[in-house]
């Protein structure tokens, strides 16, 4: 049998892991550097039929980085910057300057050390960050010969005395040595491994066998590596015309298969040693996917980038809850939704986290206040250090906790004060003015956004919200806690007609005063159970979670169903019994909040300022507009007539902290 040997391409295989180590490195370190970058690739046997490739990773980075059973090749990475000098790239050049590097460890005798030097590779690439797609190029030169090397015979197996004695010697080589020297195995004499630098030593050459870790799974075709070291050392340095050489396969992790190692028996032409010092040529340039010649290239853009990772990740979350239990659920239109949260307090906090779980990325805080120490234990998005010099403004610093925790998030935070009924504004003043321009703000904010989440700690900071989500058809929820108590409702909105469900406001005769007033020091902090807010938080998420699945949203009958469940209007539970109960109340036609009157005065633009003004100014006036005054004159009338005990007038008394609702709710 007389044909050329044909060796096996050793593929080269960069995982997800290199790339982004090498983006990281482009980014911070290298920037426009297109100086090769040393690095170390791995290979190893091939093992049960198949070819082992170069493998490539982050710790091809670490120089030194050996790994048990594993050839370590060393190369370097050439990282140009367009894809235009990619095309324009001198490959010959760089082959053959590998090829030199390979004779000069040939020459200084560093071969006999680490027999890896007899191989070396180039990674030429080109990183598109934007797009996360690298364009590579890899090389693993051999000298091509003048005449091709002969393959006299080929034989399958060998035997267990030589696996063994060779797997011995290998184990103790740190990955730096592929090639060695077998002698013996006749008759008595056991095999025994030698350093391939002792060759000159061995008595009987033409007995000798060269054992090679072969990535090859080819019987006929050995890997890639033999090439150069035919070339270089057999024919070259060696002067030897035959050669044998054992193509050691994996059986196992630490032991060479006896059946699929192969024994080749190479002639090798003797006129290659004297192209030594010629112009001689470089060949490895790896074939692409298609099977030309050409760069190859991979897009990590989903894999690559930690926080694309993340959101992925947070995706994935989201989407195994649609394949394993709900097909229909439609995750998007919560996680795509832009949610308002005016208060980023305990409510806030624990708002946010949920709609994080739900997907959500625009998350926008509203709230005047500084983090206090007595803050970050209740409010999850804030920590001992949000507190000090004064404290971080609460609506940024629970922005930015958001992104910390997931940096995908489209979070920011607003420091505003909410305009209230009953906290007086005198027109003229540079007070009414700014407090003009923050109704602007916070309209312009409602308007951009798809739900709006009341969670302030007083009533009447509710009052605008409550009247601009209804004005611009955005769906409002209101979260408020008592002590042991919260309110979970939704507002009612426009779209749902006659049929409109009540807002805050509607189950109240009374306008919203300033409830901070001659507030004790109890009334004035947060007097809730602690773990009050994380209920009613996740309820509230989880009752816009379903309406948003309802067809109609936030116009959906509370009577409805979506996949999810039921639609509630509100929902009020109770700590101490540890009850809940789902409410339902439709618009009252007189309330302060959301009745025609008070919607038409904000609508009529001329007219609004004024409107306001004396709403801030004169919280009673809001009772007059509306009709409350009239009506609680009728009923008052009317309970006389009844002549009910005078003591219960007070149900209707707007004293104290401004009507019924608010006894329980007042305090955040
Ligand atoms: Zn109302």
Same mark, same amino acid.
């Given at each position: ?19 982004? &180590? ?10 426009? !550097? ?64 590998? $090829? ?16 890896? +030097? ?20 890899? %090389? ?11 393959? +006299?015979? #080929? ?50 050459? /033409? ?5 090679? #870790?072969?990535? !090859? ?18 024919? *070259? ?34 006129? =290659? ?23 190859? =290239? ?39 939704? +832009? %949610? ?11 708002? @946010? ?6 997907? %959500? &990325? ?5 709230? @005047? ?63 009414? &003015? ?6 602007? *703000? ?8 798809? $739900? ?35 309110? #979970? ?44 807010? *994380? ?21 959906? *009958? ?11 209007? !509100?929902? &009020? ?18 309330? #302060?909040?959301? @009745? ?12 609004? /300022? ?13 009772? /007059? ?44």
């Amino acid at each position: 049998m007389t044909e050329s040997l044909r060796f096996l391409e050793l593929a080269s295989a960069p995982d997800v892991s290199f790339w982004a &180590r090498l983006a990281e490195l482009k980014l911070n370190e290298y920037k426009l !550097s297109e100086d090769p970058i040393p690095v170390v690739g791995h290979y190893r046997a091939s093992a049960n039929n198949f070819a082992s490739p170069l493998i490539l990773t982050s710790a091809s980075f670490d120089l030194e980085t050996t790994y048990e059973n594993q050839i370590r090749m060393e190369g370097e990475v050439v990282l140009l910057n367009t894809l235009e000098s990619m095309k324009t790239f001198e490959r010959k050049k760089a082959g053959l300057s590998c $090829i030199e590097r390979i004779d000069e460890d040939v020459g200084s005798g560093a071969w006999v050390e680490a027999s890896s +030097k007899l191989n070396r590779f180039v990674v030429v690439c080109f990183a598109d960050l934007k797009q996360y797609t690298f364009y590579y190029w890899v %090389c693993v030169p051999a000298v091509k010969a003048a005449s091709p090397m002969i393959s +006299k015979t #080929v034989e399958e197996g060998a035997g267990q005395d030589v696996c063994t004695a060779c797997y011995e010697y290998y184990k103790g080589t740190k990955g730096r040595t592929p090639f060695w020297i077998v002698e013996g195995g006749g008759g008595d004499t056991p095999f025994r491994c030698r350093g391939i630098g002792e060759y000159d030593r061995c008595e009987k050459k /033409e007995e000798v066998i060269v054992a090679f #870790v072969d990535p !090859s799974d080819a019987t006929g075709s050995p890997g890639w590596p033999l090439r150069n070291f035919l070339w270089f050392v057999a024919s *070259s340095l060696w002067g030897a015309k035959t050669v044998r050489v054992l193509c050691l396969k994996e059986e196992k992790l630490g032991r060479f298969s006896t059946t699929s190692s192969v024994l080749h028996t190479v002639d090798v032409p003797p006129e =290659s040693g004297e192209d030594k010092g010629k112009t001689i040529a470089a060949v490895g340039w790896e074939h692409n996917a298609k099977g030309g010649l050409g760069p190859r =290239s991979v897009n990590l853009a989903s894999t690559l980038d930690p926080k694309q990772r993340a959101s992925a990740a947070m995706d994935l979350n989201l989407k195994l809850m649609r394949w394993r239990a709900l097909p229909e659920l439609q995750v998007d239109r919560l996680s795509k939704s +832009k %949610c308002l949260l005016l208060g980023a307090g305990t409510l806030g906090c624990a708002v @946010s986290r949920i709609l994080q779980g739900w997907g %959500c &990325r625009k998350i926008t805080f509203v709230d @005047s206040g500084k983090v206090a120490f007595s803050n970050p234990v209740r409010q999850s998005l804030f920590e001992f250090t949000d507190c000090l010099e004064g404290g971080k403004p609460k609506a940024q610093a629970a922005a930015d906790a958001l992104k910390k925790i997931f940096p995908d998030a489209d979070s920011s935070g607003v420091q505003l004060t909410i305009p209230m009924p009953g906290h007086p504004v005198k027109e003229g003043s540079k007070l009414h &003015r700014q407090t003009m321009e923050t109704v602007s *703000s916070l309209d312009a904010l409602v308007k951009d956004h798809d $739900i709006v989440f009341l969670l302030t700690d007083t009533r009447e900071s509710r009052w605008l919200p409550t009247l601009l989500s209804l004005a611009h058809g955005k769906l409002a929820v209101s979260v408020a806690l008592g002590f042991d108590t919260f309110l #979970v409702m939704r507002h009612g909105c426009l779209a749902q007609g006659e049929k409109r469900l009540g807002c805050y406001f509607c189950n109240d005769v009374a306008a919203p005063l300033n409830s901070t007033k001659n507030r004790t020091l109890d009334q004035q902090c947060t007097v809730v159970r602690p773990g009050l807010a *994380s209920i009613a938080s996740a309820l509230a998420v989880e009752l816009v979670s379903s309406i948003l699945q309802h067809p109609m949203k936030g116009a959906a *009958s509370d009577e409805d169903e979506s996949i999810l469940g039921g639609v509630p209007h !509100s929902i &009020r539970g109770f700590l101490d019994s540890f009850e809940q109960l789902k409410l339902s109340s439709p618009a009252f036609g007189n309330c #302060v909040g959301c @009745s025609e009157r008070v919607l038409a005065s904000y609508a009529d633009e001329k007219g609004r /300022e004024a409107f306001l003004t004396r709403v801030f100014n004169e919280p009673e006036y809001l009772e /007059e507009l509306t009709g409350l005054t009239e009506l609680k004159r009728k009923a008052q009338e009317a309970l006389e007539g009844m002549e009910i005990e005078s003591d219960e007038d007070d149900t209707f008394g707007d004293g104290g902290g401004g009507g019924d609702d608010d006894d329980d709710f007042q305090i955040l």
